[in-house]
């Protein structure tokens, strides 16, 4: 049976060439990049080229970015860091309603600590207005927290213009930039960013490894208290070979054809959008190039992914993250779907490996599967 990946959101597949150049790392190149000896210092060295590399695509100094496990410890990094190191300069802390669920949940946390968080509503395209961040700025906050592109519809978010506002009024900004990190320019000054999270397994690299871009000056403290590498913000001895594999990633990224995912996702936009009933969610065209969010009125999302999974297409609901939850999704909510239409959502996420055939036979069995559930639904079609 012919298999097809559509969840790239979720998680991508290790580029060989990045599996080739982590390799010496694990049995050859082993040392630990704190040891003062050749093998450690062979290990430091790996581990510098890499912080360059990666500083780079963000237009950032090396010394501003610090690795971690992930996005989730990133974001976490951030919010509790930049909370807990800023207090006596004021406890409100301002994000949207369509973050991830590590960004909300960690706010959830922090209002149990005595913090304010306000959670800005988004349009009917996912999009945050920048008025409202700036009308909710009072003189106690310290931190505005917004994704560059949310990871289940793809909207892309005004940074460039909330960063201006964020640095009028003296208030650090960080963004989640996990989804659409090497797919969408970004460059901490010319967007006035703080804090940057990113990570590798979204982008053909290992599974297990982030980075938080730091800019100089920012008082923020660190959550795990150790030996204190990474300068002093994320102690643990460093993950070699796969930071090493996460800078061969983005160095691999200059190479994807980022026009052919747009037009593969247009063509599955175009194609799906002929079923009655059925609504694209997320911005038309503000969109990251490689996603397609649906949902269909009379059928229930989980019975289109298995029956599609059956078929050999692998798509998903919304985010892996939350994906064992019956619960619509929180984002979907947000943007004022009603319930028939938030329970039945399908997120498509192309990668680099598919083909236009991919494509074409994805939208037969779609359309074929929506057909049968919806003249089983007790609900009409």
């Known amino acids: 049976m012919k298999r097809i990946y559509f969840d790239h959101a979720a998680t991508t597949p290790l580029d060989q060439r990045v599996k080739d150049e982590m390799m010496p790392y694990f049995n050859i190149k082993f040392g630990n990049a704190s040891s003062i000896h050749s093998y450690g210092r062979e290990a430091k060295m790996a581990l510098e080229n890499s912080r360059s590399i990666i500083s780079k695509e963000l237009g950032a100094s090396p010394e501003d970015i610090i690795f971690t496990s992930g996005g989730t410890e990133s974001n976490n990094l951030t919010l509790k860091g930049i909370a807990f190191a800023n207090k006596n300069k004021g406890t409100h802390i301002i994000t949207s309603s369509i973050e991830h669920d590590c960004i909300l949940n960690s706010c959830k946390w922090l209002e149990n600590q005595g913090f304010n968080i306000t959670y800005l509503p988004v349009d009917k395209y ?5 008025k409202d961040v700036e009308a909710a700025i009072d003189k106690s906050t310290i931190l505005v927290s917004i994704m560059q592109a949310n990871n289940e519809i793809g909207t892309i978010e005004p940074l460039e213009e909330i960063g201006k506002i964020c640095n009028d009024h003296d208030v650090f900004f960080h963004t989640d ?15 006035n960013l703080d804090l940057v999270t990113i990570n590798s397994h979204k982008i053909y690299g290992p599974k297990g490894v982030g980075a938080l871009y730091i800019r100089k000056g920012t008082k923020i403290d660190p959550l795990m208290h150790g030996g204190g590498h990474e300068r ?35 063509k599955i936009i175009k194609n799906v959008l002929e079923v009655p009933d059925t609504r694209l969610n997320g911005h038309p065209t503000q969109r990251l190039c ?30 892996a993250c939350s994906s064992n939850t019956l619960e619509p999704s929180h984002v979907l909510k947000a943007l004022g779907l009603p319930p028939e239409y938030a329970h039945g959502s399908m997120r498509l996420t192309l990668g680099i490996y598919n083909k236009e055939e991919d494509v074409d036979y994805a939208v037969e069995v779609i359309k074929d599967e929506i057909k049968i559930l919806r003249k089983i639904s007790p609900f009409g079609g």
């Open 290 to 319: 490689n996603n397609a969010n649906f949902s269909f009125k009379y059928i229930e999302g989980e019975s289109l992914l298995l029956r599609l999974d059956a078929k050999g297409v692998s798509v998903s609901t919304g985010s």
């Open 126 to 130: 996912g999009i945050i207005n920048p």
């Open 177 to 191: 930039a996990c989804q659409s990190f090497t797919k969408v320019p970004l460059d901490v000054n010319k967007n």
């Open 232 to 266: 002093k913000l994320r102690s643990g001895t460093e993950n070699v070979s796969g930071i090493v594999g996460f800078a061969k990633a983005v160095e691999i990224s200059k190479e994807f054809d980022l026009h052919k995912m747009t037009k593969f996702r247009d």
